[in-house]
C-alpha cells in the first residue's frame, strides 16, 4: 500500500486501491488499520546514550597522551601544567560530544511540525480528532491555514494552494489540481494532485484521502534519511588523530633514544636521572597546548564569523569551512533575493528595462538604453495601471523595511506601479474595484472591474499569456486602440517564448472600458491587449562578487534547486557559475543515473534542478568521493538530510526551519550566500594559525631534542635540567604559541586554494622548517655554551637554557607568516603576542636573576654582557626564517612569470 504511486492514479483507483470511499471510513475499519500501521507520527529509535557518546572522546591515541603527560606531569610537581592539560581535554570532549549528538536533536525538530489536529470525514460525518489517529484511508477536509496532516490523494480541490517550501525550498504556493492524473515519475513538487504532511494550505479548501502515514509520509522518509547520516569527523579532527600517532611514536621513540645514549655513556650509576631526563624531554615533545589553541582559534573565528552574520553551531566547522572545496547553494533567497521583481516590459511597439531590487519601490525605466518618464508613455502607464488595479496585494512600509501582505507575483507589480508614481491606495481610491473574476487554475487568470471618477467602466485582466490572449481582439499601440491580427499574435507569442527562454516568468495584461457597468461573465471578452512583463528572481550583486571570490580561492560553486532547469540555468549564467559550456541535470535525470555514472560526470555538472532529498544526499556522496570538502545551503525541512551529510551544513537564519538549522553546523542570519564567503576566510584564517602553531611548537621541540641529543655526542653532559625543559614547555611554548591564535588574516588567505583534503596539517614544507630550524636553533644554543663549559665556566648551561628561550621568541615573531617578512605584516599587528613574548622575556630574566628561582631552576645570574650575547646571537633564528620566506617569495614569483 505504502509502495504505490497514488500521483498517478485517478481519485477512483484510489479510493479502490485504499477501500476506501467520499463517506470515509467506519469505527472497525479505523481500529484494524491503526492496530496495523500504527499511529501517524514520526518514531525515534534509541541511540548512543550521551555517556557512551562523551567516554569515546578519550579515546584517540593523541588524547591518551596528553592523559599520560598529565599523570607524569604531576608526578614531577608541575600540577599548574596538568591541570591546565586536564581543562584542554574535558573542554575538548564536550566539543566533540556536541558534533555527534545533533541527529536526535534534528529529529525532535521534525516531530514539533506535525500537525496536531485533523478534520476527517469517518462514517459519512465530520470529526475533529489528534493528528497522531489518523490512518490510511481516511478522507481529510483542507481549508486555509491548515497544516496537511499526512501525505494525501486529492479528492476535490478548489483554489486549492499549498505552500509546499518545507519539502520542495520553492516558496511559491503549488495550485493544486485534483483531476490531474502524473506520470509516476513526476517530481514531488509537480505532483498537483497530491497534498503532503507539514506543509500548509495558504488558500482555498479541498477534501483528500490518506495515503501514507507516519514514517511511511515524505517528511518521515526526510527523517528516516537524517537518522542514517552517521557522524563524520572533521578534516581537522582527522588530520589531528593522525598527527597525534606519529608524534606518539615518535616520542615513545626519542624516549627510548636519549636513555640508552645517556645510559652508554655515562654508565648505569645514574640510571633514575637520566630516566627522569628522558621522560621530561618526552613530555616537552607533546604539543599539550594544541588542543587548547584549536579551542581559542576556533572560538574567535567563531565570534568573527558572527560579525560577518554567520552563526557557528559547531566549533570545528569554524575551520572546516576553511577547508571547503565545493559550496552546494541553493538558489532562491540565498543566491537571489528571494523576491519577483519586474525587470523586463515588453509591448507590440516597445521594450522597457526596470531597475531595481527587493520591494523597496525605487527604480528606473528605460528604452532602449535611454531613461524614460513613465508618465509621458501612455502604453506603459496603461499597463502598470492594469497591474496595480488587477491586484489583492498590498504593498507597505514595516520598522523601515519594504514588505508586501498578499502573493509576491502580485506584489511585483504594485513595486513597479510605484516606481512610475502610481500609488496603489490612491489609484484604488480613485477607481474602486466593483467586481472580479478571481484567479483560477483552469482559466489561468484573473480580472477585475472598476469605476473612475466619470462613471465608466473598466475591465482589467492579467494572467498567462495563452490564457489572455484568446480573450483578446483589440491592441495598444502608441496609446491608441487598434484591431489585432494573426500577425499580431505570432508577434505575442514569440515575444513570451523568447522572455521565458530568459528565465522570465511571464504574464499578460489586457483591459476594456465601457460606458455601463459590465456583467462579471463578460467581463473577460472583447479585451485590449497591452503587453507583457517579464519578472524575475534577481540574482543578489553581492553574490556575484563572492562567486567570484570564490573562483579565485579554488572553491567551486555549484547550485542546486527545486526551480525548472530552463531558469536555473540562466541564473548560473547570470551568476557565473555556469558558462555555455557546463552541463545541468534534473532529479528526473539523476534518477536514471548510476553512482558511477554520477561519479564520473559531477565535477563538469554546474546546476542541479527539480531535485528531492535524495538526490542532493547522491550529489553530496559523488563530491565525497572525490575526496572533496563539501558545504551544502538549505532552508526547507527537504534539506535536512544534505545538510547534516556535508561536511559542513549551512541553513538559512530567516527562511530557514527549526530542522535545517538542528542538522546545520552553520546558520547564516541574513541568508546571504557573501556571508559564506567571509566565513570560509575566517575558518582559513583559524587553520592557518593552527598551522603557524604546530610550526612553531615543533620546531620549538625540535631545538630542544638536538640540544639534548648533540650535546652528548660532542662529550658535553646533559645540557638542560629536567625543570629547565618543563620550564621551557610550559611557559616559552605556552604563552606564546596560545597568542597565534590571534593571529589576523593574511593577505593571500582568499587568493589561494584550499589545502587539499588529503595533505598533511605538517605539509613538506613545514617538515623542512622544523627540521633545519631546530637543527638551527640547537646549534646556537649548544654553542653558546660550549666554550663556557670547554673553560669550565659555571655559567654555561645557564646559557644555553636563556639563548634556547630567546631564539623560541625570534623564532615565533619570524613565523606569524608563512610568506610575507614580520616587517610586511607588521610587528604590532598581534599586541597579544608582543605582550606574551614580553612576558615570556620578563618571567627568563626572573628565573636567571631571582635567587629563590634560581635555587629551583639550577641558574646563575649572567652579567650584563653575556646576557646580552646570548640576546644577539638568538636573534639568527629570526633572521634565518626571513631569509627563508625570501627565498621562497622569489621563487613564487619566478614560478607565476615561468
Not at 442 to 447: L, T, V
Not at 776 to 799: E, F, R
Request: glycine letters at 8%; one cysteine or more; aromatic letters at 6%.
Amino acid at each position: 500500500m505504502t509502495d504505490s504511486q497514488w500521483h498517478s492514479l485517478s481519485v477512483e483507483e484510489t479510493f479502490n486501491k485504499l477501500a476506501s470511499s467520499k463517506d470515509g471510513l467506519n469505527e472497525t475499519e479505523v481500529s484494524g488499520r491503526l492496530e496495523k500501521y500504527g499511529p501517524n507520527e514520526l518514531t525515534m529509535q534509541k541511540g548512543t546514550s550521551p555517556l557512551i557518546i562523551f567516554l569515546n572522546q578519550f579515546k584517540d591515541l593523541m588524547v591518551i597522551i596528553l592523559i599520560i603527560a598529565t599523570i607524569i606531569s604531576a608526578a614531577l610537581g608541575e600540577y599548574i601544567d596538568s591541570v591546565v592539560i586536564l581543562i584542554i581535554l574535558i573542554l575538548n570532549a564536550i566539543i566533540g560530544f556536541s558534533q555527534e549528538y545533533k541527529a536526535e536533536k534534528a529529529i525532535m525538530a521534525l516531530q514539533a511540525l506535525a500537525a496536531p489536529n485533523a478534520t476527517v470525514i469517518r462514517n459519512g460525518k465530520e470529526h475533529i480528532i489528534p493528528a497522531r489517529d489518523l490512518v490510511v484511508g481516511d478522507v481529510v477536509l483542507l481549508q486555509t491555514g491548515y497544516m496537511v496532516p499526512a501525505d494525501c490523494r486529492l479528492i476535490e480541490a478548489i483554489n486549492l494552494k499549498v505552500n509546499e517550501s518545507s519539502l520542495t525550498g520553492e516558496s511559491k504556493a503549488v495550485n493544486k489540481d485534483a483531476n490531474k492524473i502524473c506520470d509516476k515519475k513526476t517530481f514531488l513538487g509537480d505532483r498537483l494532485n497530491m497534498v503532503f504532511s507539514s506543509t500548509t494550505v495558504e488558500y482555498g479548501r479541498g477534501m483528500a484521502i490518506v495515503t501514507a502515514i507516519g514514517m511511511q509520509t515524505e517528511i518521515g522518509h526526510i527523517a528516516d534519511m537524517i537518522r542514517k547520516v552517521e557522524f563524520e569527523q572533521t578534516p581537522l579532527q582527522l588530520k589531528l588523530e593522525k598527527l597525534g600517532k606519529q608524534i606518539g611514536v615518535a616520542i615513545l621513540a626519542l624516549c627510548a633514544l636519549v636513555f640508552f645514549v645517556e645510559i652508554i655513556r655515562s654508565g648505569s650509576d645514574n640510571v633514575l636521572h637520566v630516566l627522569l631526563v628522558s621522560v621530561s624531554l618526552a613530555v616537552a615533545a607533546i604539543p599539550e597546548g594544541l588542543p587548547a589553541v584549536v579551542t581559542i582559534s576556533l572560538a574567535i573565528g567563531l565570534q568573527r564569523m558572527l560579525k560577518k552574520r554567520a552563526l557557528i553551531r559547531r566549533l570545528p566547522a569554524v575551520e572546516t569551512l576553511g577547508s571547503t572545496t565545493v559550496i552546494c547553494s541553493d538558489k532562491t533567497g540565498t543566491l537571489t533575493k528571494g523576491v519577483m521583481n519586474i525587470r523586463l516590459i515588453k509591448t507590440l511597439d516597445n521594450t522597457y528595462d526596470v531597475t531595481g531590487e527587493g520591494y523597496e519601490p525605487v527604480g528606473d525605466f528605460a528604452s532602449e538604453g535611454i531613461q524614460i518618464d513613465p508618465s509621458e508613455d501612455t502604453g506603459l502607464r496603461s499597463l502598470l495601471t492594469a497591474g496595480a488595479l488587477c491586484n489583492d496585494s498590498k504593498l507597505e512600509q514595516e520598522d523601515g523595511q519594504w514588505v508586501v501582505h498578499g502573493d509576491s507575483t502580485e506584489g511585483a507589480f504594485i513595486v513597479a506601479a510605484n516606481k512610475a508614481g502610481i500609488n496603489g491606495p490612491d489609484i484604488v481610491e480613485h477607481m474602486p474595484r466593483y467586481a472580479e473574476n478571481p484567479f483560477d487554475s483552469e482559466r489561468k487568470r484573473m480580472s477585475t472591474v472598476h469605476k473612475d471618477g466619470s462613471g465608466n467602466c473598466l475591465v482589467y485582466a492579467k494572467g498567462a499569456m495563452d490564457s489572455i490572449l484568446p480573450c483578446c481582439t483589440r491592441k495598444m499601440v502608441g496609446g491608441s486602440i487598434q484591431p489585432l491580427d494573426d500577425a499580431d499574435r505570432t508577434q505575442i507569442e514569440e515575444m513570451n517564448a523568447s522572455m521565458a527562454n530568459n528565465a522570465y516568468r511571464v504574464l499578460a495584461l489586457a483591459y476594456k472600458d465601457s460606458e455601463c457597468m459590465i456583467d462579471t461573465k463578460d467581463a473577460e471578452s472583447n479585451l485590449v491587449f497591452i503587453g507583457l512583463v517579464g519578472m524575475i528572481d534577481a540574482p543578489r550583486k553581492e553574490a556575484i562578487h563572492a562567486i567570484q571570490e570564490c573562483k579565485k580561492a579554488g572553491i567551486h560553486v555549484v547550485m542546486i534547486t527545486g526551480d525548472h532547469k530552463l531558469t536555473a540555468m540562466s541564473i548560473a549564467k547570470q551568476m557565473g557559475i555556469a558558462s555555455e559550456d557546463s552541463i545541468s541535470l534534473t532529479g528526473v535525470e539523476l534518477d536514471n543515473m548510476s553512482d558511477e555514472q554520477l561519479y564520473d560526470v559531477v565535477e563538469k555538472v554546474a546546476v542541479y534542478a527539480r531535485v528531492s532529498p535524495e538526490h542532493k544526499m547522491k550529489i553530496i556522496e559523488a563530491w565525497k568521493k572525490h575526496g572533496q570538502i563539501v558545504a551544502m545551503t538549505g532552508d526547507g525541512v527537504n534539506d535536512a538530510p544534505a545538510l547534516k551529510l556535508a561536511d559542513v551544513g549551512i541553513a538559512m537564519g530567516i527562511t530557514g526551519t527549526d530542522v535545517s538549522k538542528e542538522a546545520a553546523e552553520m546558520v547564516l542570519t541574513d541568508d546571504n550566500f557573501a556571508s559564506i564567503v567571509g566565513a570560509v576566510e575566517e575558518g582559513r584564517r583559524c587553520f592557518d594559525n593552527i598551522r603557524k602553531f604546530l610550526k612553531y611548537t615543533l620546531t620549538s621541540n625540535s631545538g630542544e631534542i638536538w640540544v639534548m641529543l648533540m650535546g652528548p655526542f660532542i662529550g658535553m653532559p646533559l645540557a638542560l635540567l629536567p625543570l629547565q625543559i618543563l620550564w621551557i614547555n610550559l611557559v616559552t611554548d605556552g604563552l606564546p604559541g596560545l597568542a597565534l591564535a590571534f593571529e589576523p588574516t593574511e593577505r593571500d588567505t582568499m587568493s589561494r586554494s584550499p589545502y587539499h583534503p588529503t595533505e598533511d596539517i605538517i605539509d613538506k614544507r613545514m617538515k623542512y622548517h622544523i627540521l633545519w630550524v631546530g637543527i638551527l636553533m640547537g646549534s646556537i644554543s649548544l654553542g653558546v655554551g660550549y666554550y663556557a663549559w670547554k673553560t669550565a665556566d659555571p655559567l654555561w648551561q645557564t646559557m644555553i637554557f636563556t639563548t634556547l628561550t630567546l631564539s623560541q621568541m625570534g623564532h615565533v615573531m619570524a613565523i606569524r607568516s608563512g610568506r610575507e617578512s614580520l616587517f610586511t605584516v607588521g610587528v604590532f599587528s598581534n599586541m597579544k603576542l608582543i605582550a606574551a613574548v614580553s612576558l615570556t622575556f620578563v618571567l627568563q630574566l626572573m628565573v636567571i636573576y631571582m635567587p629563590f628561582m634560581q635555587e629551583i631552576f639550577k641558574t646563575i645570574a649572567l652579567p650584563i654582557d653575556v646576557l646580552i650575547y646570548c640576546l644577539a646571537l638568538s636573534t639568527v633564528v629570526f633572521w634565518g626564517v626571513e631569509l627563508e620566506k625570501w627565498i621562497y617569495r622569489r621563487r613564487a614569483r619566478s614560478s607565476e612569470q615561468g
